[in-house]
């Protein structure tokens, strides 16, 4: 079983940066690919981004692609997510997801095993 908090939401200008932390519990977490994934009101949760269980491959949405840099340290049981240049399109509730260990990345909801209770990030113009 893994368990997942986040935290380092919160409100920030336009043009600004955030540091998303999620810790984890549970001994394979050094095996398992992680995702941030966000939904903003009303609307359907998405992809934000994954790293393999190594950390050796990213992958990222279109839309924060260049701006958002994802990372894990699986001495530390953490997976961050670096958001820099943010834009009020980037307010939504941000949550991390484990999959099962050994499996690969993805940008799929339903792959993903374990989730995390949500932070919320706020961007304002």
């Known amino acids: 079983q893994v368990q997942l908090v986040e935290s380092g939401g919160g409100l920030v200008q336009t043009g600004g940066s955030l540091r998303l932390s999620c810790a984890a519990s549970g001994r394979f977490f050094s095996r398992s690919a992680m995702g941030w994934f966000r939904q903003a009101p009303g609307k359907e949760r998405e992809f934000v981004a994954a790293?393999?269980?190594?950390?050796?491959?990213?992958s990222y949405a279109d839309s924060v692609k260049g701006r958002f840099i994802i990372s894990r340290d699986n001495a530390k049981n953490t997976v961050s997510l670096q958001m820099n240049s943010l834009k009020p399109e980037d307010t939504a509730v941000y949550y991390c997801?484990?999959?099962?260990?050994?499996?690969?990345?993805?940008?799929?909801?339903?792959?993903?095993?374990?989730w995390g209770q949500g932070t919320q990030v706020t961007v304002s113009s």
């Open positions: 790293i393999s269980w190594s950390g050796g491959s990213t």
């Open positions: 997801a484990a999959r099962r260990p050994s499996l690969a990345k993805s940008s799929l909801i339903d792959e993903y095993d374990y």
